[in-house]
């Protein structure tokens, strides 16, 4: 069975930083990893491949430093990494993105794609439904447990508001999964050799056989127009004095506001 | 296209460098140089104190012309409308009148009643009816919308960022090749050149930004459930009711519903919520619990929680408000124990009001909290409880 | 300090140091409260592949060396001593194994625990024979093709846990103390049970168990070297293991340091940090020299062990002995750091302090130690090479 996970490369969240003073996002460090959501779409991939048997491939789309979040995957359980870059690439939105990683998926072939529910940076969780489009594949949002793949199909477990669903579909399938569905594993010893020897091939806009103007900041409908900090309007109050008195002048506050 | 340095005006400063949330830019031999992770939000144009960075972007090409009117996907569940419905044709009616055109509700699935979409501003209200719609699918769902959108041409379509609109939504902005801004907090209207801008947080919240979709049509956006306040209006007029049979043009879906399992354990709708107290590592151990249980008791709200509480054990994962976990947008959120860190308050910052009670005066969450009680909260919060049960025995 | 460890090294001692500080140190005050045997970690180390670091390659494992077991039971035992020593025990248990086991029997035993699938341990000590080890009782009498084994161990760590039991016993009364030898015993043989399950000062999630034998039998496949070897086979195991033993040390009191100085950085007496205190800075200071010259002590052990040195019960006694000396000073003094909130248990240094103890006691007590140095100085006339 062939899995491919997709993965982001993030900044640690630890490392972008309200400077409360100056009201600037100041980065307090360099470290990147792997989105969060991903880990677990990455371990869902290696437990697949466990018991299925198969093959793991986890790809990214960004720019060369994104390599090291591929190594990182490869210490965690996946056979082999791919990276999908290109200065074309620069300034995608989602649309732009899944149109990339659709092409590599189409390329490689894959029988279940997985990606985490959404970025710790972008948080738009657009790629993976968009994926499926391209691809004209089904889509599985809110994975929280896959139970079986057998004859061709994948059935899971997915989230709603109130419950959980029970879900089928066919073969090739896209899934974003959730936090609940594992707890990611620490890297193993032989993974972290593997991942420092690892090859990790590089395809770009012509290896994909994508129009560079398709992608990118020309391939994107959306733009950023403006990025900024928000202000923080609300003056905060400290209410001070023994717990009585802070309790009373708090009461009195939101019943003010009519909030109790 | 690409970022800009003005040599001359560049001073090495690294003012860039540190405001950059991509680690994109550094300065070498004391000149800024972009690298290949850039994607031009400009935030560094903002920093540099001598501006001596610009975007340069292409012109984008015209928008066709002949795309009007501004739509609302108004989802249902349990046979009625969703806040969210309301809260987007209260929005909506304010950017269609800045557009000078019409407001339209979309439903798939006539149980709503129409007439309470004409209640919040919309001025025509589309009823698809289909019975692929009953299951829910996604697929089916954005499938139906696109051929809609393709035959009646709306130049902007918002929908809620509920989990069934993040999921479905995408879907159709993939169909129409057209740009989808997702978990919108704010919108407003460029009038003359007829863009929608799209405010939202990225980053946990850490950093705004405003995004367009200039060429595509429509332009679509989800929006964060419970930031839009809801307004029916006085007099409201009929709507003109579009009744749509889609039985034959609906999909077969490409995925199975096969069972549905209700979880009372996962009715913590906490999206929902007008009130919701929460509480942290401070607590010191599960038991402690119960005394967010009572106070959310008391003002009848929703129970969340930190992130180290969940991985603690001390409550389930369902509760857990913050980046990794639930976002939420309630009038009140009373955080109990709760330091504040960047990951917890990027999930409850829109809140409209916070209260925090944390006995470190230098607790991060003091900086965004209406109201801060520094002390003891095993003495605080059952103090609380019990005057806000004094409060409701009086009233 | 720069110890200019191989890359191998480095992936040991920064994954052993992740694994503590995401996994065991939400869950050590627990165990040490519940007294319960750490079988999730247990599992977490093996899918990281760190049972592997002491076997040899061809038997699934890393071929690391002496050193390597140390850096990932230091880095362990630096977040709880108890799981650290559990982990330990295991590489304690089938050292007789790597120095003295056919190739059957390393195929036999040595991929299990590679994979982390079985634990081992290794069993000495009785209740008339701790310090004095050639006193043991236990006897393995020949009949056929096993041995029958009757007897009983006192304190075994990984005891009710392991199912691998590396055993020295009396083979042969009359021939003193060449008439031992060392059995593997597994865990489900008729006549195998296990005794009381000890209620301990500290390490109190490792299991500490008695091991009873009442006409057991052993094939006599399970012999480890030959017959008589048992002392000689000992005494090399533990010249073996007295580096992690001192590692251990290392780590407990690496730990405790660690939340001692950032109780003196934030503890604010008198308007300010306590770390401002003169008193306090050379308690500090005394306690980083102290953990660094053990350290030290212990690695250039180890890299001469893992190096071809031949020589090494004296280096190795000493590293155990002055690292387990400085991890109850070290640890000692971190709670006196804490004060009153180092007394209390909702802190984290008492229970080091109560770990620590052990490592004074087990492996050859101190006492043992100072013998062992004695005679060797003696050998050498105190001369340095």
């Known amino acids: 069975m062939r899995i491919v996970v997709c993965i982001k490369q993030v900044p640690g969240t630890t490392s972008v930083a309200l400077d409360p003073k100056t009201n600037t996002l100041v980065r307090t460090g360099i470290e990147s990893i792997i989105n969060p959501f991903d880990t677990h779409a990455l371990e869902e991939g290696v437990r697949l491949k466990e018991r299925s048997g198969g093959a793991l491939t986890v790809i990214t789309m960004g720019p060369p430093q994104a390599e090291q979040a591929l190594r990182d995957a490869i210490s965690l359980g996946a056979d082999e990494a791919l990276l999908l870059s290109d200065p074309a690439f620069a300034g995608s939105d989602t649309l732009s993105t899944s149109h990339v990683l659709a092409a590599a998926l189409s390329k490689l072939g894959f029988d279940i794609a997985l990606c985490g529910r959404q970025t710790v940076d972008g948080d738009t969780g657009q790629v993976g439904p968009e994926l499926s489009q391209h691809l004209g594949v089904p889509f599985l949002a809110y994975v929280s447990k896959v139970e079986a793949i057998e004859d061709g199909c994948v059935r899971v477990e997915r989230m709603v508001e109130d419950g959980h669903e029970v879900l089928e579909a066919s073969l090739p399938a896209v899934m974003s999964v959730v936090k609940e569905i594992n707890v990611p594993r620490l890297p193993s010893l032989r993974g972290m050799a593997r991942s420092k020897s690892a090859k990790v091939p590089v395809w770009n806009a012509a290896d994909l056989g994508i129009d560079p103007e398709a992608v990118g900041l020309a391939g994107s409908p959306t733009r950023v127009v403006r990025v900024f900090t928000p202000k923080r309007i609300i003056q905060g109050e400290i209410l001070t004095g023994t717990a009585d008195a802070q309790v009373e002048t708090l009461v009195e506050r939101l019943a003010g506001a009519r909030l109790v | ?395 | ?385």
């Not at chain 2, 019409?102 to 007439?115: F, K, N, Q, R």
């Not at chain 3, 040991?12 to 500080?21: D, H, N, P």
């Not at chain 3, 020593?85 to 590679?114: I, M």
Request: aromatic share 6%; hydrophobic share 40%.
């Open chain 2, 1 to 395: 296209m690409g970022l800009e340095i003005d040599r001359e005006a560049c001073t090495g400063c690294e003012a860039c460098v540190s405001a950059c949330p991509f680690a994109a830019i550094q300065v070498t031999d004391g000149i800024a140089r972009a690298l290949p992770g850039c994607n031009l939000c400009g935030a560094c144009t903002d920093a540099c104190p001598t501006d001596a960075i610009s975007v340069l972007a292409k012109e984008a090409a015209p928008a066709p012309e002949d795309y009007r009117g501004v739509w609302v996907f108004a989802e249902q569940r349990g046979g009625r409308f969703k806040p969210s419905a309301f809260e987007l044709l209260t929005e909506g009616r304010r950017l269609a009148a800045t557009l000078e055109t019409e407001l339209c509700a979309v439903c798939l699935g006539d149980e709503g009643e129409p007439s309470e979409l004409a209640s919040y501003g919309a001025q025509r209200v589309y009823v698809l009816t289909a019975d692929a719609f009953a299951d829910g699918r996604e697929d089916v769902c954005a499938q139906a919308l696109a051929d809609l959108v393709r035959e009646r041409k709306p130049e902007v379509l918002l929908a809620a960022a509920s989990p069934f609109g993040r999921a479905c939504i995408p879907q159709v902005a993939s169909m129409l090749k057209t740009g989808l801004t997702a978990d919108c907090t704010g919108l407003d209207v460029d009038a003359e050149k007829r863009l929608l801008l799209q405010t939202r947080p990225t980053f946990g919240g850490n950093i705004m930004a405003t995004i367009i979709c200039p060429s595509s049509r429509p332009q679509m956006a989800t929006v964060r459930p419970h930031v839009f306040p809801r307004g029916p209006i006085e007099t409201p007029s009929a709507a003109e009711v579009v009744r749509l049979d889609f039985s034959r043009r609906a999909v077969t879906s490409r995925t199975r519903l096969l069972g549905f399992v209700e979880e009372l354990s996962n009715k913590v709708n906490l999206e929902e919520a007008d009130i919701i107290v929460s509480g942290g590592r401070g607590l010191g151990k599960a038991e402690n619990f119960a005394l967010i249980r009572e106070l959310a008791d008391a003002l009848g709200a929703g129970v969340g929680a930190s992130r180290p509480t969940v991985d603690e054990g001390w409550i389930p994962y369902a509760h857990q408000v913050g980046q990794t976990g639930k976002t939420v947008s309630p009038k009140l959120y009373i955080a109990c124990g709760i330091s504040g860190a960047v990951q917890h308050l990027a999930g409850m910052q829109t809140s409209k009001c916070i209260v925090a009670i944390n006995e470190d005066p230098n607790a991060p969450i003091f900086s965004s909290a209406t109201y801060g009680l520094v002390g003891d909260l095993f003495e605080i919060v059952p103090r609380l409880t019990e005057r806000l049960r004094r409060r409701k025995g009086e009233a």
């Open chain 3, 1 to 385: 300090m720069q110890y200019f460890l191989n890359e191998q090294q480095e992936t040991v001692r920064s994954l052993a140091r992740r694994i503590a500080e995401e996994r065991i140190l939400p869950v050590r005050a627990e165990l040490d409260e519940r007294e319960e045997f750490p079988w999730n970690l247990m599992h977490e180390l093996a899918n990281a592949d760190m049972f592997r670091v002491f076997i040899p390659g061809q038997y699934g494992g890393l071929d690391g060396g002496i050193l390597d077991l140390c850096l990932a039971v230091e880095e362990l035992s630096r977040v709880c001593g108890g799981v650290a020593v559990s982990y330990a025990a295991n590489a304690l248990g089938v050292e007789p194994l790597l120095g003295f086991g056919t190739p059957e029997q390393k195929q036999r035993f040595l991929p299990d625990v590679a994979d982390g699938k079985r634990l081992a341990a290794f069993a000495i000590t009785e209740s008339v024979a701790g310090s004095d080890a050639s006193a043991i009782q236990t006897t393995a009498i020949r009949d056929g093709d096993s041995y029958v084994v009757n007897g009983s161990k006192q304190f075994i760590t990984n005891g009710g846990e392991a199912e691998i039991y590396s055993m020295v016993v009396v083979t042969d009364h009359a021939k003193g103390s060449r008439g031992a030898s060392v059995l593997v015993i597994e865990k489900g043989t008729p006549g195998f049970t296990f005794g009381k399950k000890e209620t301990k000062l500290g390490i109190r999630s490792s299991a500490t168990r008695e091991l009873v034998f009442h006409n057991c039998r052993v094939p006599k496949d399970n012999l480890v070297g030959r017959e008589g070897m048992g002392y000689i086979i000992a005494l090399k195991t533990f010249d073996r293991s007295r580096p992690c033993i001192g590692a251990q040390a290392v780590g407990i009191a690496q730990g405790a340091f660690e939340a001692a100085v950032e109780h003196a950085r934030t503890r604010l007496q008198f308007g300010k940090p306590i770390s401002s205190l003169q008193a306090i800075q050379h308690m500090l200071a005394d306690m980083a020299t102290d953990i660094e010259a053990a350290r030290a002590l212990v690695y250039v052990t180890a890299r001469g062990i893992d190096g071809g040195d031949k020589a090494y019960t004296e280096a190795s006694a000493m590293a155990k002995l002055f690292a387990s000396d400085m991890a109850m000073r070290v640890t000692t003094n971190a709670v006196q750091v804490l004060g009153g909130s180092g007394y209390m248990r909702d802190y984290p240094v008492e229970k080091m302090m109560r770990d620590a103890k052990i490592t004074q006691i087990y492996e050859g007590t101190n006492q043992v130690m100072r013998n062992v140095i004695a005679i060797e100085l003696l050998k050498r006339r105190g001369k340095h090479a």
